[in-house]
């Protein structure tokens, strides 16, 4: 048996079935932009082949070692031993942000330990980046307080809308740069118990 080929009308719809998709793919996004690569690459594979490992990397050049969590719980642990525990989310919805499947860091009944210590969020524009930091205990109040909400019923996950050109936006607090995302995490002690 012979593999047989697209015929002329299949590829013909094809094409128009790709010119509709790139017509309402988000505007900004050029095709020579720094970040355009991540567009068409799957959430996970953006979350952790891009944005756990460009943290790390920022870290790393810091002089801050780190490894992979090797858990769904957090991406990266930075120090020796057991570490402070960084979960790394990263968005590249634009203008609007949308940060999913964020946990509640704080201990629970088979843990003592939280979590995660700091999470760290990656807000992706054509030819800019965005951080937020928040420590463990200001991402728990913010889960408590319904600020992030609930993504799903009668789930543990949850997820915000952070949009830093809005002047009160809540979230604005946690705004990083390089520098003072690598000067925090250095000052950070791992959390333990409640």
């Known amino acids: 048996m012979t ?11 094809v094409l128009d079935l790709k010119r509709e998709i790139l017509a309402r793919q988000p505007a900004g996004w050029p095709p020579d932009s720094l970040f355009t690569f991540l567009r068409g690459l799957p959430p996970a594979t953006v979350g952790t082949r891009f944005g756990s490992e460009l943290v790390a ?3 790393d050049g810091a002089g801050l070692a780190t490894r992979k969590g090797g858990t769904r719980l957090y991406d990266l642990v930075v ?17 609007t942000r949308r940060f999913q499947q964020v946990r509640d860091p704080r201990p629970g009944v088979a843990r003592e330990r939280w ?3 700091a999470l760290v969020c990656l807000g992706v524009r054509p030819d800019d980046l965005t951080i937020w930091l928040l420590p ?8 408590a307080d319904g600020t992030i909400g609930v993504q799903h019923t009668d789930s543990e996950t949850n ?8 002047p009160t936006c809540p979230f604005n607090r946690f705004l990083v740069t390089r520098r003072e995302l690598v000067g925090a995490i250095r000052r950070m002690k791992p959390l333990v118990g409640d």
């Open 136 to 143: 463990g205990p200001q991402a728990a109040e913010l889960i």
């Open 3 to 13: 593999a047989r080929r697209m015929d002329r009308e299949t590829r013909t719809i």
């Open 79 to 95: 120090g020796g031993g057991d570490g402070l525990r960084v979960e790394v989310k990263t968005s590249t919805e634009f203008p």
């Open 115 to 117: 979590r995660y210590d």
């Open 57 to 59: 990397r920022i870290l």
């Open 159 to 166: 997820w915000f809308f952070p949009n830093e050109d809005a």
